[in-house]
């Protein structure tokens, strides 16, 4: 259904499955929730119509991870091979097939464009992160027909509880730079 009032009208979604086909339908919940929605940020300079281009070219595997990611039973590990493959497409156009992991496209983009961090895909363990949120997400909205949902474990989801009660993403585990280069790095803040 779709409008309001007298302008309410029934949107027939057989033709648009019949279009895309089973293997994308699936995957659209997932999808939808990966790259980007109202609970989890999109790519930072990708948008959701360049995500749906290469959706629509895209292969098994990443297709079966999207479609996975809404179910808590599937190994993570399974959908983040698919994912980081596609992000890894997402990113570079041209050199996929030299490109094996998001480390070395962040290196390739890093040596050959000078991008600034925000450019760059992220690591993989940001990646981990995202994959989690986006899990929950999908997961919850997989069962949005359903009175009595099952929800995922939000801190076992890529966030965090903070002492006021509010959600926090988790970007990564990682520091933010090498050890070395945090010792060497000088701030004058008078602050904490």
């Known amino acids: 259904m779709l409008g309001r009032g007298k302008d309410i009208r029934q949107i027939d979604i057989a033709d648009s499955y019949e279009a895309i086909g089973p293997e994308i339908a699936t995957a659209i919940i997932g999808f939808h929730s990966f790259t980007g929605c109202d609970f989890t940020s999109k790519f930072n300079g990708k948008s959701k119509k360049s995500s749906w281009k290469l959706l629509l070219k895209s292969d098994g595997e990443i297709l079966k991870a999207f479609h996975n990611l809404s179910n808590p039973n599937t190994d993570i590990d ?100 090498p050890v070395a280069i945090v010792e060497t790095s000088l701030c004058r803040c008078k602050t904490s």
């Open 78 to 177: 399974s959908v983040l091979i698919g994912l980081e493959k596609f992000v890894i497409n997402l990113y570079e156009k041209k050199d996929t097939q030299l490109l094996n992991s998001l480390g070395s496209l962040r290196w390739s983009l890093f040596s050959k464009y000078q991008y600034e961090s925000a450019k760059l895909p992220p690591t993989t363990s940001a990646l981990e992160k995202k994959i989690l949120r986006s899990r929950f997400v999908s997961n919850m909205w997989s069962q949005a027909h359903l009175p009595i949902m099952k929800l995922l474990d939000l801190e076992a989801c890529g966030w965090k509880k903070r002492d006021d009660g509010s959600l926090q993403a988790i970007t990564t585990d990682l520091p933010p730079a």
